[in-house]
T-cell receptor, first 115, second 111 residues
């Protein structure tokens, strides 16, 4: 099992450009989520999904879109990149959402710089 | 929604000493409290978790305690070693809601 795979690992964008961060898991997890990590701010939830076709907003959703067409994939789209979106992004999945069995498995992270 | 406060933000201890990191949460319905460790440049990984029907849980040198009345929980690391140096995150959630993380504690173990 590869676990949670994120691509790309590093990306530099110019302000206003769009891009998609890819996330795929091969553990048949129902729950998938995206967090951003900024110095001193911990891990903040952007969007999450409890199953294919279902997505919801987290704490900091503005400027990001997600979709969940399959159980395996949960891409994060930046619509018009801004310097404030410079961050490290982590995708994480678990067997189910909530405290029932939500031991999160994280991807390796994607470091995004917006100039 | 849930709010998790974590203290201290940085902690330095001598090798062999104990380290304690404390978190408070706001939602009395939260019932799951994990701790994640993130080494430099790596992904966060679960090291221990506790559910609200348990007051304490141990795994070798690490332990977590939970006080539901006061809404706080703590991570205890005994006999610290240099490889314990990392950022530690606490988190909390209620059933069927996403985890909310604290801001993290950077632990440095000085040899």
């Amino acid at each position: 099992n590869a676990g949670v795979t994120q691509t790309p690992k590093f990306q530099v964008l110019k302000t206003g450009q769009s891009m998609t961060l890819q996330c795929a898991q091969d553990m048949n997890h129902e729950y998938m989520s995206w967090y951003r990590q900024d110095p001193g701010m911990g891990l903040r939830l952007i969007h999450y999904s409890v199953g294919a076709g279902i997505t919801d907003q987290g704490e900091v959703p503005n400027g990001y879109n997600v979709s969940r067409s399959t159980t395996e994939d949960f891409p994060l789209r930046l619509l018009s990149a801004a310097p404030s979106q410079t961050s490290v992004y982590f995708c994480a999945s678990s067997r189910t959402g909530g405290s029932g069995a939500n031991v999160l498995t994280f991807g390796a992270g994607s470091r995004l710089t917006v100039l | 929604g849930e709010n998790v406060e974590q203290h201290p933000s940085t902690l330095s201890v001598q090798e062999g000493d104990s380290a304690v990191i404390k978190c408070t949460y706001s939602d009395s319905a939260s019932n799951y409290f994990p701790w994640y460790k993130q080494e430099l440049g790596k992904r966060p990984q679960l090291i221990i978790d506790i559910r609200s029907n348990v007051g304490e849980k141990k795994d070798q040198r690490i332990a977590v305690t939970l006080n539901k009345t006061a809404k706080h929980f703590s991570l205890h690391i005994t006999e610290t070693q240099p490889e314990d140096s990392a950022v530690y995150f606490c988190a909390a959630s209620r059933r069927n809601t996403p985890l909310v993380f604290g801001k993290g504690t950077r632990l440095s173990v000085i040899a």
